[in-house]
């Protein structure tokens, strides 16, 4: 029983260790999800998310009309200076065809183009609970498996992080509101529970398009599980309140790791109203370009010239002995 107790023991410190560090082993994605997680990808790492999408939007009062199209969402993200500091620019461009109807027969289509979404900002971790007052991450308890996989009231405390960024939408847009152009501010705070068992919940508030026509507010809440080492389930129901659209969007899916800096997802996208009715499918996938370099911790002992030259002396008898083993070796002794 001793070596699965063992075995547990690490891979429970493993998980925790992924969990609650900004930088992971393995990739962090925001995807399939439109959330974003309060913590970064970690300084040096370059991480790109991307999916193309189906959608078919439909609305039965008059005037009735749909939607048919695709698109592609995609998000470039970088971990700058500090581990709680990333830079991200996160699109979303869509080529659909809209077609009203006038009824006897008559109707009229509109192809369309253009980015709903073309943004540029940065995130910054403000509080971390999982961080001692010392500024180390908390240690797990490696003598008993079901105390890291227990509930604590701790965890009820959630990571906060905010977000700034700039909007770039084009003249005559027909993805914005009339006269939505230019630049214009975004801001968020994203909060991040992490619960025993696998489990994350994500909040995101949104206050977009600041200062113009057709600002509006969102509101997402994401919650995740994770049932093993490749496999990842979520669901998510996002809110937009503006006086051009108005929606409260649900989406199921999940995720699936295919290497440690490689992951591919899948979700679907639909809501309860007919103002219009949305339905959406998309196929995505993370990859982690990682050049993160763990930083070197000065504890404070420093060793003085004596000391030195007794570690420097211990070190050369340790390898002649080491040397004189291997020699023993190739003559066949144990």
């Given at each position: 029983?001793?070596?699965?107790?063992?075995?547990?023991?690490?891979?429970?410190?493993?998980?925790?260790?992924?969990?609650?560090?900004?930088?992971?082993?393995?990739?962090?994605?925001?995807?399939?999800?439109?959330?974003?997680?309060a913590?970064?990808?970690?300084?040096n790492?370059?991480?790109?998310e991307?999916?193309?999408?189906?959608?078919?939007?439909?609305?039965?009062?008059?005037?009735?009309?749909?939607?048919?199209?695709?698109?592609?969402?995609?998000?470039?993200?970088?971990?700058?200076?500090?581990?709680?500091?990333?830079?991200?620019?996160?699109?979303?461009?869509?080529?659909?065809?809209?077609?009203?109807?006038?009824?006897?027969?008559?109707?009229?289509?509109?192809?369309?183009?253009?980015?709903?979404?073309?943004?540029?900002?940065?995130?910054?971790?403000?509080?971390?609970?999982?961080?001692?007052?010392?500024?180390?991450?908390?240690k797990?308890?490696?003598?008993?498996?079901?105390?890291?996989?227990?509930?604590?009231?701790?965890?009820?405390?959630?990571?906060?992080?905010?977000?700034?960024?700039?909007?770039?939408?084009?003249?005559?847009?027909?993805?914005?509101?009339?006269?939505?152009?230019g630049?214009?501010?975004?801001?968020?705070?994203?909060?991040?529970?992490?619960f025993?068992?696998?489990?994350?919940?994500?909040?995101?508030?949104?206050?977009?398009?600041?200062?113009?026509?057709?600002?509006?507010?969102?509101?997402?809440?994401?919650?995740?599980?994770?049932?093993?080492?490749?496999?990842?389930?979520?669901?998510?129901?996002?809110?937009?309140?503006?006086?051009?659209?108005?929606?409260?969007?649900?989406?199921?899916?999940?995720?699936?790791?295919?290497s440690?800096?490689?992951?591919?997802?899948?979700?679907?996208?639909?809501?309860?109203?007919?103002?219009?009715?949305?339905?959406?499918?998309?196929?995505?996938?993370?990859?982690?370009?990682?050049?993160?370099?763990?930083?070197?911790?000065?504890?404070?002992?420093?060793?003085?010239?004596?000391?030195?030259?007794?570690?420097?002396?211990?070190?050369?008898?340790?390898?002649?002995?080491?040397?004189?083993?291997?020699?023993?070796?190739?003559?066949?002794?144990?």
């Amino acid at each position: 029983m001793k070596p699965i107790k063992k075995a547990l023991a690490i891979i429970t410190f493993l998980s925790v260790q992924c969990l609650f560090a900004q930088y992971t082993e393995v990739i962090n994605s925001n995807r399939p999800g439109v959330s974003k997680s309060a913590f970064s990808v970690g300084t040096n790492v370059a991480q790109l998310e991307v999916g193309p999408y189906i959608i078919k939007e439909e609305r039965t009062p008059n005037p009735r009309n749909e939607v048919s199209g695709f698109g592609v969402d995609f998000t470039a993200r970088y971990g700058l200076f500090f581990e709680q500091l990333e830079i991200n620019l996160e699109g979303s461009y869509q080529n659909d065809t809209r077609t009203i109807f006038a009824g006897n027969g008559i109707s009229s289509e509109d192809e369309r183009s253009n980015f709903k979404q073309f943004t540029l900002g940065a995130k910054y971790l403000v509080y971390d609970p999982y961080k001692t007052k010392d500024g180390e991450e908390e240690k797990p308890n490696l003598y008993s498996y079901h105390a890291n996989r227990s509930f604590t009231w701790k965890s009820l405390i959630p990571a906060v992080a905010v977000y700034a960024g700039a909007n770039f939408d084009t003249e005559n847009n027909p993805y914005t509101g009339p006269g939505v152009e230019g630049i214009s501010p975004k801001v968020m705070i994203a909060t991040q529970n992490n619960f025993a068992g696998g489990w994350v919940l994500i909040t995101n508030f949104v206050k977009d398009r600041i200062g113009t026509d057709f600002s509006d507010f969102q509101y997402i809440i994401t919650l995740t599980h994770s049932f093993s080492p490749q496999w990842v389930v979520f669901a998510e129901t996002q809110g937009i309140q503006s006086d051009f659209y108005a929606d409260n969007l649900l989406r199921f899916g999940g995720g699936y790791l295919w290497s440690k800096d490689f992951q591919l997802d899948t979700a679907l996208t639909f809501n309860t109203k007919d103002t219009p009715s949305v339905f959406g499918i998309n196929f995505g996938m993370s990859y982690r370009f990682d050049f993160h370099e763990d930083k070197e911790i000065d504890n404070g002992n420093k060793l003085d010239d004596t000391d030195k030259r007794k570690t420097k002396k211990k070190k050369k008898g340790k390898k002649k002995r080491a040397d004189d083993f291997d020699d023993d070796d190739d003559n066949g002794s144990l």
